[in-house]
T-cell receptor
Framework: GENVEQHPSTLSVQEGDSAVIKCTYS??????FPWYKQELGKRPQLIID?????GEKKDQRIAVTLNKTAKHFSLHITETQPEDSAVYFC????????????FGQGTRLTINP | GAGVSQSPRYKVAKRGQDVALRCDPI?????LFWYQQALGQGPEFLTY????????KSGLPSDRFFAERPEGSVSTLKIQRTQQEDSAVYLC??????????????FGDGTRLSIL
């Protein structure tokens, strides 16, 4: 089955700097990779996703890169702001059956003013 | 509201009681997922419905957990004879369909269950 590893578990950056979170996955058949942002007590919110037919996708200050050969994908946040502070989760689907998502362990990102 | 709605937001129960958690998915979404999120962890899959059919329940931790979606819309997750290890946030997610390409899952705010 799918196994998703996420690093680092905590990340602290100065406001305005960039943050990078990395995930590796095990199932080479996986073809869709979402990133969720979860603020304390709130729902996981989809912030960006990428499909396996592209290597990079950008949405304003957020970008995701995918390396299918190495089976890893990364979230990049540029010009970080205090409201970026949250827990971020990567995920990958199990392709067979329900296509349920397997989540990484999460990264607690803190933006220091 | 166009999002996934869950109720109650908080539930406190004594050990041994039965609880029922409700999920109202986004209108028109065929697929519905239940996840369990322990404190400081990522969500873990419990069960999946496609319309009213429960196609995967491999993540349910024991036979005390039961889920249904009788009309293919609202779903209920029931936990019988609750135990302290059942304390967690229970998240519901829905997506438009399960056909390729993979459809994004959208989550509700969850139900925080505390077993005393």
């Amino acid at each position: 089955g799918e196994n998703v590893e996420q690093h680092p578990s905590t990340l602290s950056v100065q406001e305005g700097d960039s943050a990078v979170i990395k995930c590796t996955y095990s199932d080479s058949a996986s073809n869709y990779f979402p990133w969720y942002k979860q603020e304390l007590g709130k729902r996981p919110q989809l912030i960006i996703d990428i499909r396996s037919n592209v290597g990079e996708k950008k949405d304003q200050r957020i970008a995701v890169t995918l390396n299918k050969t190495a089976k890893h994908f990364s979230l990049h946040i540029t010009e970080t702001q205090p409201e970026d502070s949250a827990v971020y989760f990567c995920a990958a689907p199990i392709i067979q059956g329900a296509q349920k998502l397997v989540f990484g362990q999460g990264t607690r990102l803190t933006i220091n003013p | 509201g166009a999002g996934v709605s869950q109720s109650p937001r908080y539930k406190v129960a004594k050990r041994g009681q039965d609880v029922a958690l409700r999920c109202d998915p986004i209108s028109g979404h065929v697929s519905l997922f239940w996840y369990q999120q322990a404190l400081g962890q990522g969500p873990e899959f419990l069960t999946y419905f496609q319309n009213e059919a429960q196609l995967d329940k491999s993540g349910l931790p024991s036979d005390r957990f039961f889920a249904e979606r009788p009309e293919g819309s609202v779903s209920t997750l029931k936990i019988q004879r609750t135990q302290q290890e059942d304390s967690a946030v229970y998240l519901c997610a829905s997506s438009f369909s399960r056909t390729t390409p993979y459809q994004p899952q959208h989550f509700g705010d969850g139900t925080r269950l505390s077993i005393l």
